[in-house]
């Protein structure tokens, strides 16, 4: 089920109570037959869901998410391949577990939703951007089709903008709900929209249009984390999670920030940065890329502008080489000149 | 509000002498029988205790509001307020029956007989949302590693219903409908953990050790038959001695929550007098 390059990536993750790799990919593969086989009995109401698959999704997800999130010690590759497995099972969850179980009018996001968010920001954390967009279009659909608060509505947009590429709203944060509610939701609603704010900001930060250091960002959450920990009440778990997933997401991401992580010609810089935020904001023809993947990172890395003079950059359609050849075209033109040769005529056109 | 804390720790004390139980072991289940909660001796304590509950998850969202809005609510007033906005709701009945188990856990250890717990949420006054009753992380002697206790609180007229549908929630926790939260439950818990039993805890939730408590407030009828196997614990794949039922005997149910809540009046008129 796994190629080599996922297989490598798996197998760094620790051995949990003797568990190692294999038996983690073992797990994701047999909830993956399990998938297809409850999607072929999807109408039969005979179909009895194997308890026992959707438990061993939910300690994997819950174990190395804990890994990625709360290990301050894990090195960052280890951190990545827990957050990598998480996601992965957390995504099988949420094609297993029924959608909406409560009729009732549900004022928060509910499990369903929290996994698929969850998901998405795991995969992105884990540089798996594609996948992220995948669970998080899912989870923007679901959060839409019903009657959620404007509120939340907008918290949570703040975030999924930065995932899908999507353009950011200006500032524009809707004031917390005063007497409509109690307090604790009240509360709820307001942590939501301070870290919506936060996400906001963040994604200004992404497009070179703020000021804000990210690191007071990551502090200001900090700060959150501290104060919702200590009038912790399991009514401010969920909200308290998703600051911990968005303040892992703003750490991870940053380094790959295409705006702040690609070093600057000596000359010209002005008009490289709006090079940046053309490739950012993107064209009439492109959607906008906030951030490198992790090939192209790879290439900024050792080549721009060196050590390495020379490479070959070789990864799947639709992986980002453009990408790649404009970051190396706009920093070579700054030097001298550019040949640019195609195989096919139709490439080139 | 020292005071109040005070008059909390001697409540506590009161109430652990006043309220017993009696445990029995069947086949499948343990059970434990609360006795003494309806009882007028016991009333003021137990008013005492679940109105030092609801201060202090009241003043935690308190608190918490003045940080994110600089308002300013945090007065004995408001909090008078909000306890009595809580008597008045429809949800008042289930918060002083998951109030009262959350009282029983603090003050007797061996309610919970598969190991100490360690932390455990306070019932919170919210219901807006719906969700876990109660959860706990405790050391599981018989897995020597921790576990989740987790509590579905419920009031009945009818025990074998009240004991069936208690028992049937748990289903949501098997089928991963409440995933989630309840691992966002644990994670928020952790930090309240010794450094010890934080260091454990990756290894612990791969490991899944967990109670499964339904705790019944039921009106007595002599035709039960209390200490039954109950064969909708058998779907759960834990040790029976994890399966912990909780049972509390009334005469008159609806009159023990009407005189309770009449008792906790009382006691916060009292409070007013000493601000």
Redesign the interface.
Known sequence: MFDSYLKNIIDKVPT??E?NSNDFRTILSEAYLELVNYRAHSNKTEYV?E?EV??S???L???F???GL??SNAELEIKTAACFLAAEALSL?TQ???PN??E?K???IN?YE??LF?SGILYFIAGYDANSRTMIKTFKQSINERDLSDELKWAFSQITNICDGSKRLEDSEPE?PVMD???????SV??LL?IGKIANHYHAWLGGDSKTPMDELINTLDDYIK???K????????P??IC?LLREFIWSTSQRSIFHSIPRPTNNIGDYELFLKNIILGGKDSTGQLFLWPSAQNFVDKCLPGPIPHSIVCTPTGSGKSTIAKLAISHALNEGWVLYLAPTNALVH | MEWLKDNTKKALNEFKDLVSFDKVTTEGHEIILVKNLESETTRVALANCLLAVASQVIQHDFELSVLLLNSKRDSVENLIREIDTLLASTHSNPWIAEAIFFILVVIAEDIHSPGKMLVHTLPHTSATRQGLDGTGIYFDNLLDCLGTAITEAKNYDDLNNGISNSINSFQKIEQDQLGAELRSVLYGLSPFLSTAHREKIIGEFWKQARTYIPVVFFVSDPSYRILIERKAFAQYAIPNTHKILVLNEFIDRENFYKSIKEEMRKQMKEWMQNV
């Open positions: 949990i109570n568990y869901q308890v959707i438990t999704l939910r300690k997800a819950d174990t998410e804990y890994i709360f290990n969850l297993l577990i029924k179980l409560q009732d549900e004022l928060f499990n929290i996994t969850e917390p509610y109690n307090l604790s939701y009240q509360n307001t942590i301070r104060l919702i920990t009038h912790f009440s399991p009514i401010y778990a969920v308290l999670h911990r």
